[in-house]
């Protein structure tokens, strides 16, 4: 971990999303050392058991101002509403440019001012874009504001983003992967911790596009295990980092490799998903329904290509080709040979989904409760 020393002490931070998570963490990080945060509330009105808004954070001359407050949802085109497009653009974009014009005039007059945005590097690699095209554009605004501002105050403000190399755990991420995705994630100390060291350095560092673990690393921390939430577990690549690709194939077995957009075509009735789903049948009961309380589509392409069902949701359950009898609460998109590896328990839904690989529509929590599933079979196959 990376210890506190002082050199926050008596400046005023104003965060954006600091209730929970990632933001709290670096609010408790500032106010260990010392200084004066300001949690902003949710309009510009003081509020009678928030204190301190934007503008009475400013009276107080802010130093350090970090843009945390984002909105998500990882969903394509199609399903995805304007009014979540709005929402997403409202609180990522356009919330960190207010606040931010708000706050540099008085930034101007600290001795060492800081912006910093919880966003990622800008990559234009389209596989960061295709399964959720408005929440990149909303996340990726702001880091536009970052590559922008810091060349139009460079040498007045440091302006910089900071972004995890790995999932963190949150209530967002538990919000898209269900309880047990904690156990592939690393805590919000280490996301705290990089923000410390960069809220440290002089305002000519600035224009950064900052990796937790790698900032980190410069500082002298050598082990990572102290911020997983499981040690000894392989960890989930985060969004937007070419490494992550990589990540996810140096660990083998245990993630899910990738998956492309299947064709609708009916299901043979023999071969590997055949028989896949001839064993799925036989594990099905009404416990595993209960517990499960979901219908899956599976719209499979490559060799093998087809559509198969399993309804984990009506009497003692039932699976095979074709159509669910009723509608899917969750329809994945993947490569036949991933599927078969992926019921014998060497491939994960929620690693592919994570590196952008898998294709996921519905109930992001009825993915997790896949791999119960997928446990049972994997002494069957």
């Known amino acids: 971990m990376l210890q506190n020393t002082g050199k926050l002490a008596g400046k005023t931070l104003f965060i954006t999303g600091a209730s929970r998570g990632i933001g709290k963490a670096i609010a408790l990080k500032a106010a260990k050392d010392g200084a004066n945060v300001v949690i902003a509330a949710k309009t510009a009105q003081a509020h009678p058991k928030l204190p301190g808004t934007i503008y009475t954070a400013a009276e107080e001359s802010i130093d350090i101002l970090v843009n945390n407050a984002s909105?998500?949802?990882?969903?394509?085109?199609?399903?995805?509403?304007?009014?979540?497009?709005?929402?997403?653009?409202?609180?990522?974009?356009?919330?960190?440019?207010?606040?931010?014009?708000?706050?540099i005039p008085h930034l101007l007059k600290s001795k060492n001012p800081h912006i910093l945005n919880l966003?990622?590097?800008?990559?234009?690699?389209?596989?960061?874009?295709?399964?959720?095209?408005?929440?990149?554009?909303?996340?990726?605004?702001?880091?536009?504001c970052v590559l922008g501002m810091a060349e139009e105050f460079r040498g007045s403000i440091a302006v910089n983003a900071l972004w995890p190399k790995t999932a963190i755990q949150t209530a967002a991420m538990e919000m898209l992967g269900g309880a047990e995705v904690g156990k592939q994630c690393r805590n919000v100390d280490i996301m705290s911790d990089a923000a410390y060291a960069i809220l440290g350095k002089p305002r000519s560092y600035t224009g950064n596009f900052v990796i937790d673990e790698e900032i980190l690393k410069t500082e002298g921390i050598k082990d990572f295990d102290i911020y997983?939430?499981?040690?000894?577990?392989?960890?989930?690549?985060?969004?937007?980092?070419?490494?992550?690709?990589?990540?996810?194939?140096n660990m083998g077995d245990q993630v899910?490799?990738?998956?492309?957009?299947g064709d609708s075509r009916s299901a043979a009735t023999s071969?590997?998903?055949a028989e896949t789903?001839?064993?799925?049948?036989?594990?099905?009961?009404?416990?595993?329904?209960k517990s499960t309380g979901g219908v899956y589509k599976f719209d499979l392409s490559?060799?093998?290509a087809g559509v198969w069902f399993i309804d984990m949701k009506n009497g003692g359950g039932s699976a095979g080709s074709g159509e669910p009898p009723v509608k899917a609460d969750v329809v994945m998109t993947m490569d036949s040979a991933d599927f078969t590896k992926m019921f014998a328990g060497k491939l994960k839904p929620t690693m592919a989904f994570m590196s952008g690989k898998l294709m996921i529509k519905g109930d992001m929590s009825l993915a997790i409760k896949m791999e119960k599933m997928m446990s049972m079979m994997k002494s069957k196959l």
């Open 302 to 304: 490559g060799e093998h």
């Open 119 to 144: 966003s990622p590097p800008l990559n234009l690699n389209p596989i960061w874009f295709k399964n959720h095209t408005a929440y990149t554009m909303a996340k990726y605004g702001m880091s536009m």
């Open 271 to 273: 071969g590997p998903i």
């Open 256 to 261: 899910v490799i990738p998956v492309v957009k």
């Open 71 to 103: 909105a998500i949802n990882l969903t394509g085109t199609l399903e995805t509403p304007m009014k979540k497009v709005d929402l997403m653009l409202g609180v990522n974009l356009r919330g960190t440019y207010l606040t931010s014009k708000l706050c």
């Open 228 to 249: 997983a939430v499981a040690p000894g577990n392989a960890l989930l690549p985060d969004f937007f980092l070419d490494e992550a690709e990589a990540l996810v194939q």
């Open 277 to 289: 789903f001839n064993i799925i049948k036989g594990v099905l009961n009404p416990d595993i329904v």
